[in-house]
């Protein structure tokens, strides 16, 4: 018996992360308005009637993708493991820009934008969380005199999102190993 609800166990948390995984793909290849609960079925090779049992709802499905993909993001901002050495932040970022995945934030971020739209609350706590992630990052004594540590961390936020936007828009136009380069140069010496 035990072993069955085990099984059971395991399998419903494999669906729930092929319905995830499936929805995260077509959220930012089609946006989370033209994506139909029949596309994240389909995709993910499961009934479509798992997803209100696992989720309740396309919004809960949605907060599922946001944490799921904010927590990858913010996997970057813990601090390394005792006797190693902490990864850069900014080759993370960049490295993070790079990721067929992190093409969901650019897709959801334009759906955010309307007013009304039932996006733009989770965007707003997905721009919470990046920032508070930045703001951990950036050490005491950093900043010039003068410069506000949350309009510092707002900037590098909205710096990120946009090199984002700009690259995904027209990749061709947009070098983001010069954009990398020069974001180190002009960030303060530590």
Same mark, same amino acid.
């Given at each position: #018996?035990?072993? #069955?609800?085990?099984?059971?166990?395991?399998?419903?948390q494999e669906s729930r992360r092929l319905l995830v995984d499936a929805a995260a793909?077509?959220?930012a290849e089609k946006g989370y308005r033209q994506t139909s609960f029949v596309d994240i079925a389909d995709r993910a090779g499961i009934s479509r009637g798992s997803i209100p049992w696992h989720f309740g709802n396309k919004l809960g499905l949605l907060d599922a993708v946001v944490d799921d993909q904010l927590q990858a993001v913010l996997a970057g901002f813990a601090p390394p493991a005792p006797g190693q050495r902490a990864a850069d932040p900014l080759d993370q970022v960049m490295d993070f820009i790079r990721r067929p995945a992190a093409r969901l934030f650019i897709t959801?971020?334009?759906?955010?934008?309307?007013v009304g739209s039932p996006v733009r609350e989770h965007y707003a706590r997905l721009h919470t969380a990046l920032r508070q992630g930045v703001r951990t990052r950036i050490p005491?004594?950093?900043?010039?005199?003068g410069a506000d540590l949350e309009a510092v961390t707002v900037l590098l936020v909205g710096a990120v999102i946009g090199v984002h936007a700009q690259w995904r828009?027209?990749?061709e136009s947009v070098d983001l190993d010069a954009v990398h380069t020069a974001i180190r140069a002009l960030l303060p010496k530590t």
């Open positions: #018996m035990v072993g #069955m609800a085990t099984r059971r166990i395991e399998q419903t793909e077509l959220f959801l971020l334009a759906e955010a934008v309307e005491a004594g950093a900043l010039p005199a828009v027209a990749p």
